[in-house]
């Protein structure tokens, strides 16, 4: 079963734009990444479309956040991505002939929309801030960890 990952990607990819000072070009987010820097420029380009990040261009130039993260949710990130499938899961038939069939079509849509519909509010619920809140934490529990402190 083959994995849409983009709302993965261009989260980590937001997240070290946000604590890199500066623009941070294609290269060096796609060794964030491990991916190649096409990928990158690609989904970078949805990104600026709708007016979350910027392109500065010549020496010192690159990519850079050209909005709050506290205003930025999942959910708006996921439609930015073109509303890729929640679930990979589906009918063997959509159009059944088969009443078994069609039964079995009927209660599947009914939990795949409900079940959607609960992610979808909770991706708009969760914001870009409230990841870099939770990054900071966790960055800074290892450095205390590291060192011997506790936090």
Do not use: Y
């Not at 929640?86 to 929309?113: K, W, Y």
């Amino acid at each position: 079963m083959n994995r849409d990952s983009r709302l993965s990607s261009v989260l980590h990819v937001l997240l070290h734009m946000a604590e890199h000072d500066g623009p941070m070009t294609s290269d060096a987010l796609a060794k964030c990444l491990g991916t190649n820097p096409v990928v990158v420029r690609r989904t970078m380009g949805l990104l600026r479309n709708a007016g979350l990040v910027a392109a500065d261009r010549g020496h010192g130039g690159g990519w850079r956040l050209a909005t709050d993260l506290s205003t930025v949710t999942l959910r708006q990130l996921h439609e930015v991505l073109g509303e890729p499938a929640i679930f990979a899961l589906g009918h063997r038939n959509e159009m059944p002939t088969c009443l078994v069939e069609q039964t079995v079509n009927a209660a599947l849509d009914s939990s795949f929309a409900e079940a959607e519909a609960l992610l979808l509010g909770r991706f708009g619920a969760i914001t870009l801030a409230d990841l870099a809140v939770d990054f900071a934490r966790r960055h800074a529990d290892r450095r205390a960890t590291r060192t011997g402190h506790a936090v």
